[in-house]
């Protein structure tokens, strides 16, 4: 892969369900990338959480807007952003222990299984960003995979 | 875009079975709780939930799992996890679901607990 940032733009339907469009993109990814099996499965549930929090809670299931979800191929990782079109943001700490909150459970999952997440206002809506990096013995000094990695 | 879930239910001497297929999400709510019900019904202490054929799991359906398991507790039955792969038995702990129901390797492991 050369070292020159790939970016992949979704944009998937406010409606339940098409967070898998994203998680399956995000496997082809992650997968031409070298990432491990178990990583990309951390991967593809905390991108469903985040898909389906912008559907329900961002856009509120409004057909006519769109979850923009975006994969940067960067030097030994791969960031996520999604983005919706809410105007209510609340960005308060993950909880679980409330299981009517099933929302506050999501955002926990989703800290514990990547390596990096922020969530934030946007001028246009609501954006988590989520990182996660190639396990340094797979990554060679400029960043690029070891030849003996799986490609697609 | 969702597969919708499907749920049996096999009637043991010791336990009822609910085998599921499909994704446990929120629209999994009203079939699992229909489910569970039945299974209830039967008054066994032991109710074994089979995630073997399910491949999707997110917050909502965990959540929905949660309550299933509040609501067997108030009825003094037992619910026991089993079928779930590797990730999603990491998550089920991840978010306490394992402090609330014995997850299993197998269903065989599930049926010898049914019968201590």
Redesign the interface.
């Known amino acids: 892969m050369s070292n020159e940032k790939q970016v992949i733009h979704l944009h998937i339907p406010s409606?339940?369900?098409?967070?898998?469009?994203a998680m399956g993109a995000a496997r082809s990814v992650a997968q031409k990338m070298g990432f491990s099996n178990?990583r990309i499965?951390?991967l593809q549930?905390a991108i469903?959480?985040a898909c389906?929090n912008a559907i329900e809670h961002g856009n509120r299931l409004n057909a006519a807007q769109r979850v923009e979800v975006v994969l940067t191929v960067e030097e030994g990782a791969l960031a996520v952003d999604v983005h919706d079109r809410g105007r209510d943001a609340q960005f308060a700490e993950p909880q679980?222990?409330d299981?009517?909150?099933?929302?506050g459970?999501?955002m926990?999952?989703i800290k514990?299984l990547v390596d990096e997440v922020q969530w934030s206002a946007q001028p246009h809506g609501g954006q988590v960003r989520m990182v996660i990096y190639l396990e340094p013995d797979t990554v060679v000094g400029n960043g690029s995979r070891l030849p003996e990695e799986p490609r697609l | 875009m969702s597969d919708e879930l499907q749920a049996a239910l096999r009637e043991l001497p010791q336990a009822t079975i609910i085998d599921l297929r499909g994704d446990v999400t929120s629209f999994a709510d009203a079939r699992l709780h229909t489910s569970f019900d039945s299974a209830s019904a039967r008054g066994l202490k032991y109710i074994i939930l089979n995630f073997a054929g399910v491949e999707y799991i997110n917050s909502a359906g965990i959540a929905t799992v949660i309550s299933i398991l509040s609501e067997a507790r108030s009825r003094a039955q037992q619910l026991l996890i089993v079928g779930l792969n590797d990730h999603y038995r990491k998550i089920f702990r991840m978010v306490g679901v394992a402090r609330y129901a014995e997850i299993f390797e197998s269903e065989a492991a599930a049926l010898d607990k049914t019968t201590e």
Do not use: F, P, S
């Not at chain 1, 299981?99 to 929302?103: A, C, G, I, P």
């Open positions: 409606e339940l369900g098409y967070e898998k469009v178990d499965l951390d549930t469903a959480e389906t679980i222990y299981h009517n909150n099933h929302r459970m999501g926990y999952i514990q």
